[in-house]
């Protein structure tokens, strides 16, 4: 514990386990490789070469680094999955779902504070505010229809066992052309996301000096001490 020179006192709290970063870390990078090769499958750039066109291969490149990506990003989001089962307080999935009061209200003070800047000062929360909780549930549900849709389409050009399980989704979403299409709707989605989501981590970093950004490379948050008593 340490004191500032204003005289408040802060508890240095180990929040984000080694298991969280890596997933938050792994997924960043997965993500943003899947937005840019998405893109450019469903966009192909009309790039011409000297040579004959059996000779390049840019495009099959792009589709496999993203195929690449889209089983590790899958895999890796099945992990945090589990660590909602078993990891710390500030990992578990009832953060992220508001079935209590206390989260509803906390919610409402985030938006008054955070959307609304009707309250210059709201509640701290030591993990995920019960907002930002909420949306993080949210976009889950967006990682799980994307894996969905995203080997529903690879179905149709493996012979892989793993690809197969997802094939009757085609059929169920009305064919290929309406599964590619939400597919790459989706992917606006997750470039609305990080927009949001980085200027949010930059304003509580700045407004709140807790350590919000670097909290999710070193995993320890610091908190006033009569924050980490109330909670």
């Known amino acids: ?52 066109a059996y000779q390049q291969y840019w ?10 990506a889209a089983f590790i990003f899958f895999f890796n989001f099945m992990v945090r999955i589990y660590w909602g089962f078993v990891g710390n307080q500030y990992a578990r999935w009832e953060n992220f779902i508001p079935f209590r009061k206390a989260q509803w209200r ?17 509640l701290i929360s030591i993990g995920h505010n019960a907002l930002a909780g909420v949306t993080y549930f949210l976009s889950f549900l967006a990682f799980l229809f994307q894996s969905l849709t995203g080997f529903a389409l690879y179905s149709s050009m493996s012979d892989s066992f793993f690809p197969r399980l997802f ?10 052309f309406a599964v590619r299409q939400w597919h790459h ?10 927009i949001v989501h980085m200027y949010l981590v930059f304003y ?3 407004i709140e000096g807790r350590g919000t950004t670097s909290s999710m490379v070193g995993g320890w948050k610091f908190e006033r001490e009569d924050v980490f008593r109330e909670q």
């Open 1 to 52: 514990m340490a004191t500032t020179s204003t005289g408040v006192a802060y508890r240095r709290v180990y929040v984000w386990q080694l298991p969280v970063r890596f997933y938050h870390w792994l997924n960043a990078l997965c993500v943003a490789v899947l937005i840019v090769t998405g893109y450019l499958i469903g966009n192909p750039l009309a790039i011409s070469y000297s040579t004959e």
């Open 59 to 68: 495009f099959g490149t792009v589709r496999f680094v993203h195929f690449v």
């Open 106 to 122: 906390e919610i409402l003070e985030v938006l008054k504070v955070d959307v609304l800047q009707a309250k210059i000062k709201g």
């Open 167 to 176: 094939a009757w989704i085609v059929p169920l979403m009305g064919g290929d």
């Open 185 to 194: 709707l989706f992917l606006w989605f997750f470039v609305v996301f990080i």
């Open 204 to 206: 509580h970093d700045y």
